[in-house]
């Protein structure tokens, strides 16, 4: 069964940054690409990052593009979201996910490509 752990959510004022980490098992970390995802209320579930299994490549949604960087660190089973220069329209659950294939060197960008997920961690950044 693969467990993620998600935290350093909270509250930000606006121009602030965040941290959120996600551990995960050794298997995980050193076979599939890492995802975040975000959901406010009312909205679809929004890809925001990811990272391929090796940390070679990394993927971005353009509102946060030059704001969020993603990165991995396999050997302690960590994956970060670091976001920079936050507005209040990031304000929203952030999930992150395991991927579904293994090896890849590209990633999926549709929620429908990730098997496992995170129990979610606010952020909530005030105007």
């Known amino acids: 069964q693969v467990q993620l752990v998600e935290s350093g959510g909270g509250l930000v004022q606006a121009g602030g940054s965040l941290s959120l980490s996600c551990a995960g098992s050794?298997?995980?970390?050193?076979?599939?690409?890492m995802g975040w995802f975000r959901q406010a209320p009312g909205k679809e579930r929004e890809f925001v990052a990811a990272i391929t299994w090796n940390g070679r490549n990394t993927y971005y949604t353009d509102s946060v593009k030059g704001r969020f960087t993603i990165s991995r660190d396999n050997a302690k089973n960590t994956v970060v979201l670091r976001m920079n220069s936050l507005k209040p329209e990031d304000t929203a659950v952030y999930y992150c996910?395991?991927?579904?294939?293994?090896?890849?060197?590209?990633?999926?960008?549709?929620?429908?490509?990730?098997?496992?997920w995170g129990q979610g961690t606010q952020v909530t950044v005030s105007s």
């Open positions: 050794r298997r995980t970390f050193s076979r599939h690409a």
């Open positions: 996910a395991v991927s579904s294939g293994t090896f890849l060197p590209i990633v999926d960008r549709t929620p429908d490509g990730y098997a496992y």
